[in-house]
């Protein structure tokens, strides 16, 4: 009898013991997981304000998260500036306007995972993928925090260094501007027609506007891309190509090359007719971005008439009050006010002279593009002008690229050569920063390109190579200093009889895309 009692405790032990072990490990959260087991579901709740300024700090709640089988769950959030937190519960800070995401990821004891759609938070303003046009780089910087093509160029007439290229499909329009939005997708516009294209040219969408000329597109925090029409329409069009709203000016004639946006709205210059003479004024307007005109300044009362003009570049310093150029530039706050008026004259000239694009640093300081290069300070007040340029002349349209410690603007010079032919060099020169300012060190030695009649623009990557285009497209090396004085140096140039090039702009994948008569070119690594 001991013995059959002895015998059935034994067989209690060698059964009940992997029973004991598998039930602790189910404790434990290991093992296999039952058939059927079904992953938790994320449900995901934000705070009320996902659309804001920077730094904006977000609330999110995942406590609506379930478990079918009412399981433990663990919470994990991913943002898109690349940081993570555990937490049913849990706040994130973002910064830098564009569109913003969080993905939650739940999981069970048994490592089950779901998790949730992005939800995406927007900071005012315009996004920071697309650059350099003036409607993106509110600053006017030209600088892009995306790297840029090294590019080997030695089997460049093979087609080796363009390996993205093709036709818009209008024969009879040029590219005007080019701008990279989410995703990867290229805007541009042509005649009466936006574009959307993948980067290697196949086609997403057009929307046409009845016989009216479109400027140059911007992309706003959520994607949707905004225009103005010639005739003093602006549109906002979602990124799937739906229509959100349309402000008509009336008889307007749009006066710049594109429109821009700080965080309080979108700003767009009109001259109050549809004509170029320059005597019958104009207005710069701010819509908010629900499409309401919030307010209306009128320029000619602060700058009168301009004898060199070609258009109104505004631009936003870093405390967010709005910078426009022209005989009189005018420094205005976000509520449309006037902040200071100012002037520049040369000490031997009776007259004021006219300033092209405002350039401003992360210090609120402000370049103009002129022969002079002439330096305000975000109160209007006169720092420094670099009187060594001249005789050079500008592209009063094209700004030059400030990275914070070099500026460097595109200019021209035109002689006569030795056989008596008149030849335009294309020129670059860079100043360099000295003591916040408080000193200019004289211009850098000048590198002559191929001859080209004038500069349509330029741009500097994450690691300070500057892309210029004219009738040809240059590399130019990071800078650097040498007995004092700031100098760069040719990487490469590609060029080709007759190609009138649009800016260039540097996607997020590296690589530099650009009009050239009516096609698209792109080109990288």
Not at 390 to 404: A, F, K, L, R
Not at 439 to 445: A, G, P, T
């Amino acid at each position: 009898m001991k013995h059959r009692i002895s015998d059935l405790l034994l067989l209690l032990v060698i059964f009940a013991f992997p029973v004991f072990g598998i039930l602790q490990s189910c404790n434990d959260g290991g093992g296999v997981a039952p058939d059927g087991n079904l992953a938790p579901v994320p449900v995901v709740k934000t705070s009320v304000d996902t659309v804001g300024t920077s730094p904006l700090t977000v609330e999110f709640d995942a406590s609506g998260s379930y478990d079918p089988e009412h399981d433990t769950i663990e919470y994990l959030w991913h943002f898109s500036d690349g940081t993570s937190t555990p937490g049913e519960k849990v706040s994130h800070t973002f910064v830098g306007s564009g569109r913003h995401s969080a993905i939650l990821v739940v999981s069970d004891r048994w490592k089950n995972t779901a998790e949730s759609e992005p939800q995406f938070v927007y900071i005012l303003g315009l996004a920071n993928s697309p650059w350099p046009k003036f409607a993106h780089d509110v600053r006017n910087s030209g600088v892009s925090p995306n790297p840029g093509p090294m590019m080997d160029l030695e089997n460049a007439d093979s087609g080796g260094a363009f390996p993205r290229h093709w036709t818009s499909g209008l024969t009879d329009a040029p590219i005007a501007g080019i701008v990279v939005g989410y995703d990867g997708v290229i805007f541009y516009t042509q005649a009466n027609r936006l574009h959307a294209r993948k980067s290697d040219g196949g086609y997403v969408w057009d929307y046409i506007v009845n016989s009216e000329i479109i400027t140059w597109p911007a992309v706003l925090y959520d994607g949707s891309v905004v225009f103005a029409t010639l005739n003093g329409i602006i549109y906002r069009i979602s990124s799937n190509r739906e229509l959100i709203w349309k402000f008509n000016f009336g008889e307007k004639y749009f006066f710049g090359p594109t429109i821009t946006a700080s965080e309080d709205g979108i700003i767009a210059p009109f001259r109050f007719e549809k004509t170029q003479i320059h005597d019958e004024g104009g207005s710069l307007n701010c819509l908010g971005f629900d499409g309401i005109l919030k307010w209306s300044f009128p320029i000619e009362d602060v700058r009168g008439t301009m004898s060199i003009s070609t258009g109104i570049y505004p631009a936003i310093l870093p405390n967010g009050n709005i910078v426009i150029n022209g005989e009189a530039p005018t420094i205005l706050s976000p509520d449309g006010s006037v902040v200071s008026e100012f002037s520049y004259q040369k000490p031997d000239k009776a007259y004021v002279e006219y300033l092209g694009v405002p350039v401003i640093n992360s210090d609120g300081l402000i370049a103009f593009t002129h022969p002079d290069l002439p330096i305000f300070d975000a109160s209007g007040n006169l720092v420094k002008a670099v009187f060594e340029l001249e005789p050079v002349s500008v592209n009063y349209g094209i700004p030059g690229v400030w990275d914070d410690d070099f500026l460097t603007l595109p200019t021209y010079f035109t002689y006569d050569d030795d056989n008596g032919d008149s030849v335009t060099d294309f020129l670059l020169y860079t100043v360099l920063q000295d003591g916040g300012f408080d000193e200019f060190i004289s211009k850098s030695q000048p590198k002559v390109f191929e001859p080209s009649e004038c500069v349509f623009g330029a741009c500097e990557d994450v690691n300070g190579r500057i892309y210029v285009s004219n009738f040809g497209l240059h590399s130019v090396s990071p800078p650097y200093v040498e007995a004092g004085l700031p100098r760069r140096y040719s990487l490469w140039s590609y060029t080709r009889e007759s190609w009138e090039m649009t800016a260039p702009v540097i996607g997020e994948d590296g690589w530099l895309y650009l009009g050239y008569g009516n096609d698209i070119m792109a080109l990288g690594d």
